[in-house]
């Protein structure tokens, strides 16, 4: 259920803009882009979209950190940890059924880890398409460019042809 | 799909195999015997009223589940590992990354700029074209002697 009874009415700004098809430059500028945090109904958000580290989340962090994570490995080490832990709480269930929330809690980090990984990749798959991107574009510009040329030359060979028999009268 | 949401999806799989293995055994499984002092359990109730064909049946199959899940689960680990090896990364990619980025960009823009020269002599010759051809058709139209 809404908080406010009814709709707000709109905002009276047009009244700001009545001669805008005279001049253009009577109205107020649109407001500039919002940069750092802002404010929307009620919620914080922030314009810096980063992925926030795992100890930020209370989440305590399984692989070694360092500037270079390499991922293949870390991620086939993570699957058979978590291999492991799954063995292991069916081992804890036969034996000492009451234990097994330590086991649950070591595989749910387990996967927090594992999908906080994959989330890091993301940065790199971005760059990676900006680049594919990149090329696709260069190429088409060239390619428009050597159509251009082509067909520039032909209209050059054409008009000569037509002044050799117009000439030629 | 690319292949980190292909990861991404394989590993949720792996954890829901993971939580439908546990959860079928655990009601599926039969009472365990707490101790030497208490009477063996019961035997299950269907086995007391329809005939013990289908008991058997029942039970094989209780017993057929937890291999049949856990290769399942295996199989699963394999996969996300085989999806692993086709991962396009290489060890200390993000300079490199950055690096082509600005080399691709000033290619893009100088490029651009001769894509753009091209354009305007194109656009410049269209123009003389067109009034060479309304020159030619203003002759033609003069020469044409009005009845």
Redesign the interface.
């Known amino acids: 259920m809404a908080a406010t009874a009814t709709y707000p009415p709109p905002p009276p700004y047009y009244r700001l803009y009545k001669d805008y098809l005279q001049n253009p430059k009577s109205a107020p500028e649109p407001p500039p882009p919002i940069e750092g945090t802002y404010v929307l109904y009620g919620a914080t958000y922030t314009t810096d979209d980063v992925l926030p580290s795992l100890e930020d989340q209370g989440v305590r962090q399984l692989y070694p950190k360092g500037p270079h994570v390499d991922f293949k490995k870390e991620l086939r080490a993570l699957n058979r940890e978590l291999q492991l832990h799954i063995l292991e709480l069916a081992d804890v269930l036969v034996e000492r059924p009451s234990q097994y929330a330590r086991r649950v809690e070591d595989i749910s980090l387990i996967f927090k880890n594992l999908h906080h990984l994959l989330n890091s990749l993301r940065p790199h798959q971005a760059r990676a398409t900006l680049i594919h991107i990149l090329e696709l574009q260069i190429q088409r510009r060239k390619q428009a460019i050597e159509d251009i040329k082509r067909r520039r030359e032909e209209a050059q060979k054409l008009l000569k042809e037509s002044l050799v028999t117009l000439d030629g009268h | 799909m690319?292949i980190?949401s292909q990861?991404?999806e394989q590993?949720n799989t792996?954890?829901s195999l993971?939580f439908n293995t546990?959860g079928t055994l655990?009601r599926d499984a039969p009472p365990v015997r707490l101790s030497p002092n208490y009477p063996e359990p019961p035997a299950p109730a269907a086995a007391a009223n329809p005939p013990s064909e289908n008991a058997a049946a029942a039970a094989a199959e209780i017993a057929e589940q937890p291999k049949l899940m856990s290769a399942a689960?295996?199989k699963a680990?394999k996969q996300?590992?085989a999806l692993?090896?086709a991962?396009?990364?290489s060890?200390?990619?993000?300079e490199d990354?950055?690096k082509?980025?600005a080399e691709?960009?000033a290619?893009?823009e100088a490029?651009?700029q001769?894509?753009q020269n091209?354009?305007e002599?194109?656009e410049e010759?269209l123009k003389q074209?067109q009034e060479l051809f309304n020159q030619a058709a203003d002759n033609c139209l003069n020469l044409k002697k009005p009845d």
């Open positions: 690319d980190i990861l991404q590993a792996i954890a993971a546990f655990q689960l295996v680990a996300f590992d692993v090896a991962l396009p990364v060890e200390g990619a993000e990354q950055l082509r980025i691709l960009q290619e893009n490029v651009g001769e894509l091209q354009l002599a194109a010759e074209v």
